[in-house]
């Protein structure tokens, strides 16, 4: 099973659970500029993703632009979604089982490191992005 996880919108604190948990993958929100939301939480960021002023459905058949970390996950976990589609496209081998660490090892290899090199505590490894 793969757990990904909003940062929670804490404005530069932890990140909060179910994020914190090791196991979970935690996901924060930059904008089209790969800055870092101003809502973000710093921590145990696993991987950022765009979050910020995206188009989105609502609940009476509308559109609107929202914003989060919840956002920036929901994008993540479709790019997971279509990695798991075709695994063999990015390495994986289904005969063998896909789980956690080897997405997470493909998330690391389509990532665009924003900050520190390697992994940080504000952008995790970076901007996951298919390229």
């Not at 196991?23 to 500029?33: F, G």
């Not at 989105?56 to 632009?65: A, G, L, P, Q």
């Not at 956690?100 to 992994?119: A, C, F, H, M, T």
Request: with cysteine.
């Amino acid at each position: 099973m793969i757990i990904i996880a909003a940062a929670r919108n804490s404005f530069g604190r932890k990140p909060g659970f179910p994020a914190s948990y090791d196991e979970v993958i935690s996901v924060a929100s930059v904008n089209c500029k790969n800055q870092i939301s101003q809502f973000s939480s710093q921590g145990k960021i696993d991987f950022c993703s765009y979050g910020e002023n995206i188009l989105s459905t609502t609940t009476n058949k509308s559109y609107k632009i929202a914003s989060g970390n919840s956002i920036a996950a929901a994008h993540l976990t479709g790019m997971i979604a279509l990695i798991l589609s075709k695994p063999e496209k990015w390495g994986l081998n289904p005969k063998y089982g896909i789980n956690k660490d080897k997405i997470y090892n493909v998330l690391i290899k389509l990532s665009n490191d924003l900050g520190e090199k390697g992994k940080d505590n504000i952008f995790g490894y970076g901007l996951v992005r298919f390229k």
